[in-house]
């Protein structure tokens, strides 16, 4: 009923050539499964997002953005609006990814502008979500996530919701090597379902598509979206190397 998803981001990686070089690749290895039996985006930086929606023009694949800024023009210094991720070829747009939340030190409420503004503008916004090492070890997970899903879906009627995809993506096991076990996946993705039924209604929940993000690689993304609350896979470094990208969807389909 949910068709799996498979999106890559890229992160701070790549360049003018090797963007435009990795898509055609990706584009020419998934011609029989992107945009039909799996969804497919892949997020490169902002500065290729014109050229790589350029390159699969002609392709089932979808073009995101790795964040957004929450106004719609003015003076926001570095940053990019909706309507311009809209005008290069975007379609998707990750909001509150770990790195952003950790690094660059995003707030649930400054997350949740995003998710607001992503939808106005016409964009579907995937919100990540995912707990620390130390929150796990105590215990948190399911405290954090709450948070990180209420506090980012706030305000956001039952419509809007339909626009969202969340991802969750355990921050100890993003680039990390260490893959969460799909058992450890699945509860954590039945629990942000129960979590969205409660918030809006079971229907809407059961469509909603939540993605499991975190060293996910060819040989473990079979057994991740095997579990019956894992819609697909947001992935990161896997997603550079045009191989074990289609491996990924390939797995999904
Ligand atoms: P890795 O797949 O490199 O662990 O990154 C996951 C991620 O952060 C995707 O958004």
Not at 36 to 65: D, E
């Amino acid at each position: 009923m949910r068709k799996p998803f498979v999106a890559g981001n890229w992160k701070m990686n790549t360049n003018s050539q090797t963007s435009v070089e990795l898509v055609k690749c990706i584009a020419c290895g998934s011609v029989e499964t992107a945009g039909q039996s799996v969804t497919v985006a892949v997020c490169p930086p902002f500065v290729y997002l014109q050229a790589v929606a350029k390159a699969l023009s002609s392709s089932n694949i979808a073009v995101g953005a790795q964040d957004i800024y929450f106004e719609s023009d003015g003076a926001f210094t570095g940053e990019i609006s909706a309507s311009m991720l809209k005008d290069v070829g975007c379609s998707y747009c990750i909001c509150g990814h770990s790195e952003r939340r950790h690094i660059i030190g995003e707030s649930d409420e400054l997350i949740n502008k995003k998710v607001t503004a992503a939808i106005a503008g016409g964009l579907l916004p995937i919100l990540c979500v995912g707990e620390l090492i130390e929150e796990r070890e105590a215990s948190q997970t399911n405290k954090v996530v709450t948070r990180q899903v209420k506090k980012g879906l706030a305000g956001l009627s039952v419509e809007k919701l339909r626009a969202v995809t969340i991802a969750y993506e355990p921050v100890w096991a993003i680039g990390t090597g260490l893959t969460a076990t799909p058992e450890q996946a699945q509860e954590v993705h039945d629990f942000i379902r129960k979590l969205l039924a409660e918030m809006y209604d079971g229907e809407l929940a059961e469509e909603i598509r939540i993605l499991y993000g975190g060293s996910v690689k060819p040989n473990n993304a079979a057994d991740l979206m095997s579990q019956k609350d894992i819609d697909g896979s947001l992935v990161g470094g896997a997603s550079l190397k045009a191989d074990d990208f289609l491996a990924i969807i390939q797995a999904a389909a």
